[in-house]
């Protein structure tokens, strides 16, 4: 039996790249070895990935989701797990110049191995605006960029992350996609991939993701193929072979105690974007926003215990030296025992440096006693508040059910309890949105800032309105609605912005922060789009786009030529994909890929937001705590709710 090329051992491209990274910025982001990294003898292994989250390795480092896919890989003694990240277009231009041996290929930042030579290449994507940054990391490892063109000792390339539940847009560069939680099915790929190796690799690459499709675990885009009708639409998502699915399922992981990572958490060598531990307290959101893709397709609702989170924060810090901790979710001051968990926690840590964070809070479930336990010990920053809608009416279409009373309460609140500064985030382009619900935005902060001043008796009260672009997503009742175009949506925050700033008495306390329309329209394209809009991004990477989740390296000049040559003689055009509204019937590019909601029921809720726009009253309530709303999760699934309270109390440990 020949060896395959993944079993010889590659060899380090260090030697070639050190010498050349005086020449670029940030170096010491391409080194490796930060404390709590692994790296493992190549031939101890049978199964090696490279993990990649496709964007700086500032942006990349602290990324959760890819940091515990690593620990819960590597704790297995027959798997190897590295990590690789976007190199900036200083070091691209180096590697692709090369040395005498010639390019430089992408390599991991743990042993500084090829890519290429590793049996799996797993993307996390967050955001749909690292396409491009793929496609620039595959060429650069020197595999294949359409999955079709790769051969038997190429990896197998697989995509994750919250953008997977739409992954047609990248169907020709992936093998495989997975949808939902990672820990137990990296795992379970990782027995296929070794059993087939060990078979003696029998029907090469097409018998191995053969393999992994019949599992019902992995979706493998070129067993399905796509017919479309004569006015563009989608006629048709078929499998194209015996035992294939005809859907694919996510995968939801229960019982979170029992998954306690990361446990050995990475300690960056370079500045990154959260300098902090964080921990995930609880996973999936049953708040029925409307808009937000993330609650949707993380359903049901787990919680971490108290005991599990107590013994998570002590361990993360004990093993990385962070002195700020993070506590995540959608919405952690939903845990039901949110309370015991800040009180428990101040208490503990009080007298030594170490700080706690809730990165934002609903408005709903904000209270002083646990703004004041979580800043007990550490600096008090800015409070985040996100209303989501302008006025009154937006966010009951929305259903995000945050009254005006309710807002200025609790901004009341903070500013009499010392804060001086909160920060209020805000959408534009939301369904049935018009010019007024948008300039509710500047009466609402003014309303903060004239409350700010009046219970604390001072003038040096501040307000910051961030608003971003709304974006309809896969897999939520706004699956069907049609984007704002840029113009509109630049419009209206142009006429937002002379409002706040022609206010004498508040203009100056509010600052003002928000993104133009463009980048939206394309992420637009990118979240709702089909497998015709594969050739839109890689027209746009072979003309050099790069970063395009960054504004200094975004060009939507770029992406609409790419689009108009993309899509010529396809009978559909950009506002096709993004400001069309869709209707009941039509096949949707994603709707062979099951995240458990009943499409039922995601119409309904629609029809609903409409009915809502116009008068009616209707309120989609929190199932945590209300009977089942028939969303589909739980018994599609065979999940549930997990929530407390548990009974048990944080228990003060000495600090190590």
Known sequence: MTVAQSDLVPESVFPRLEPRLALVSKPIQYVGGEL??????????????????????????????????????????????????????????????????????????????????????????????????????????????????????DPIVLAGGHAAFNPEPIADFLDAAVLGDGEEVVLKISEVVREWKQDGRPGGRDEVLRRLAVSGAVYVPKFYDVNYAADGQIEAVVPNRPDIPWRVRKHTLMDLDAWPYPRNPLVPLAETVHERFSVEIFRGCTRGCRFCQAGMITRPVRERSITTIGDMVENGIRKSGFEEVGLL???????????????????????????????????????????????????????????????????????????????????????????????????CGLPTETDEDVLQIAELAKKVIAKGREVSGRNDIRCTVSIGGFVPKPHTPFQWASQLDHETTDSRLQKLRDTVRSDKKFGRAIGFRYHDGKPGIVEGLLSRGDRRVGRIIEEVW?????????????????????AEKGLAGTGVDLDWYTTREREYDEILPWDHLDSGLDKDWLWADWEDALAVANGEDIEVEDCRWTPCYDCGVCPELNTEIQIGPTGQKLLPLSVV
């Open 36 to 153: 709590n990294s692994t790296v493992k003898e190549w031939n101890d292994v049978d199964v090696r990935w490279a993990l990649m989250y496709p964007d700086a390795y500032e942006v990349g480092l602290p990324n959760q989701g890819v940091q515990i896919l690593y620990e819960v890989l590597n704790e297995r003694d027959w798997i190897a797990a590295e990590r690789t990240y976007a190199v900036w277009p200083d070091l691209e231009k180096i590697m692709r110049e090369g040395d005498e041996q010639g390019p430089i290929p992408q390599f991991t930042v743990d042993a500084h191995r090829p890519v290429k030579a590793f049996d799996l290449f797993g993307l996390s994507f967050s955001t749909e605006l690292g396409y491009t940054n793929m496609l620039n990391a595959l060429s650069l490892a020197q595999i294949p960029l359409h999955a079709v063109d790769r051969g038997d000792d």
């Open 329 to 427: 979710s959608l919405s952690s001051a939903d845990h039901t025992e949110i309370g015991d968990v800040a009180t428990g926690l101040a208490d503990r840590y009080e007298g030594t440096n170490v700080s706690l964070s809730l990165p934002s809070t609903r408005v709903d479930a904000f209270n002083i006693t646990l703004a004041n336990e979580f800043s007990r010990n550490g600096r008090r920053s800015g409070l985040t508040f996100a209303p989501e809608g302008g006025s009154e009416r937006m966010r009951k279409v929305i259903n995000k059910m945050v009254t005006e009373e309710d807002l200025i309460r609790t901004v009341g609140a903070a500013y009499s309890h010392g804060w001086r500064q909160v920060k209020l985030y805000f959408m």
């Open 542 to 562: 072979r003309d050099g786009g790069r970063f395009d989740g960054w504004s200094e390296h975004f060009s939507y000049d770029r992406w609409m030529t790419a």
